[in-house]
Nanobody, 117 residues
Framework: QVQLVESGGGLVQPGGSLRLSCAASGSIFSFNRLGWYRQGPGNQRELVAA???????NYADSVKGRFTITRDNAKNTVYLQMNSLKPEDTAVYYCNVWLVGSSRPRWGQGTQVTVSS
């Protein structure tokens, strides 16, 4: 089973940028969905961005135009570039990878993103 390790979180001021990384222990070349979710204080976990098999992407309305999800097959890594960060983006961000042949998606352990001045 693929293991996922997120990194890149931290404290950033409003308007700043961060890039999150999700390194998989195996190939992510054949996937059903690669995604990033987040869970803020007192909130349910929500989808932030995803790449669907075939290459299309979708984003939560709240992050459209600010966040970009990409993947690097050679590095088995999924990225989330986050620009123009807002305090309401503060959350734990989780990587979610569903590979072809897997019965269910796998989750990473999460990385904290805090946007504050």
């Amino acid at each position: 089973q693929v293991q996922l390790v997120e990194s890149g979180g931290g404290l950033v001021q409003p308007g700043g940028s961060l890039r999150l990384s999700c390194a998989a222990s195996g190939s992510i070349f054949s996937f059903n969905r690669l995604g990033w979710y987040r869970q803020g204080p007192g909130n349910q976990r929500e989808l932030v961005a995803a790449i669907i098999r075939g290459g299309s992407t979708n984003y939560a309305d709240s992050v459209k135009g600010r966040f970009t999800i990409t993947r690097d097959n050679a590095k088995n890594t999924v990225y989330l570039q986050m620009n123009s960060l807002k305090p309401e983006d503060t959350a734990v961000y989780y990587c979610n990878v569903w590979l072809v042949g897997s019965s269910r998606p796998r989750w990473g352990q999460g990385t904290q993103v805090t946007v504050s001045s």
